[in-house]
């Protein structure tokens, strides 16, 4: 009864993707209407896509809803019977690389950057780059939830750390690192990541969901900045010395 419920929801989901989506389809008949006047082919197109991109956001959030968040919370309890705790600093790498490499938004930044680039920053480059920093940022995130870290003893000296590098690093890899840092952090890692991270800290003994389970999709959105411009200093450097 319960699942035939949560089926049921995904009406109340599709109601919100379509408040959401409504504005910016309005916002382009406006300009289709007075100034674009785009092909009667264009348009049909264009609403076909937008179709595609309604049904997909509505199944993917209510998938997100019945199976996603569930199994986080549900892993993040396991994982706190754990006899040796130290063992989910590894384990939160792998879901943040994994999490990572499944973005679709990552992947979209991914192709527009070694399109942009002409193939000089490479899509399966780029793909590493973030997913082995988003993986070390959220294993440090398990670590802090762990051991009670304050998350501003990781945020406030990585943040000096991303302003230094920008003095040091090529140019064209600071713009790439800031919008990495922002697709980083789309809907595979925020709803499965989080999910894990609150489950854990509301587990654990002395520790606080609110407190320590959040934070974690910062050191995301910081893990991408960092290494990135990591790269790009190392790109200066080699371009440098040539």
């Known amino acids: 009864m319960r ?31 007075v100034y674009l006047k785009l092909p009667r082919q264009y348009v049909i197109n264009l609403f076909k896509g937008i179709i595609l991109a309604v049904a997909g956001l509505t199944l993917f959030l209510q998938g997100v809803k019945m199976g996603f968040l569930p199994v986080g919370s549900e892993m993040g309890i396991i994982m706190n ?15 943040g690389v994994v999490a990572t490499v499944a973005e679709p938004a990552v992947r979209i930044l991914c192709e527009n950057v070694e399109k942009a680039s002409s193939g000089s ?24 939830i762990i051991y009670g870290i304050p998350i501003y003893y990781i945020i406030i000296p990585g943040y000096i750390l991303a302003l230094v590098l920008m003095i040091f690093c090529e140019q064209s890899f ?17 709803t499965f990541v989080m999910a894990v991270a609150l489950g854990l800290a509301e587990a654990m003994e002395g520790r606080s969901p609110v407190q320590d389970g959040f934070g974690l999709i910062a050191l995301v959105a910081m893990a991408p900045i960092l290494s990135v411009m990591m790269v790009g200093v190392v790109m200066n450097v080699m371009k440098r010395s040539k």
Do not use: C, N
């Not at 019977?81 to 879901?95: C, V």
């Not at 600071?174 to 925020?190: N, R």
């Open 3 to 33: 699942e035939l419920f949560d089926f049921l929801y995904i009406g109340h989901v599709l109601s919100q993707v379509l408040i959401a989506i409504g504005p910016l389809v309005a916002f382009f008949l406006f300009f289709q209407l």
């Open 81 to 95: 019977s754990f006899e040796r705790l130290w063992i989910l600093i590894p384990i939160g790498f792998l879901l």
């Open 121 to 144: 920053v490479g899509f399966m480059m780029l793909i590493i780059i973030l997913s082995l920093g988003v993986g070390m940022f959220v294993a440090l995130g398990m670590a802090k």
């Open 174 to 190: 600071i713009s790439i690192a800031f919008d990495a840092g922002g697709v980083a952090t789309g809907p595979m890692t925020v």
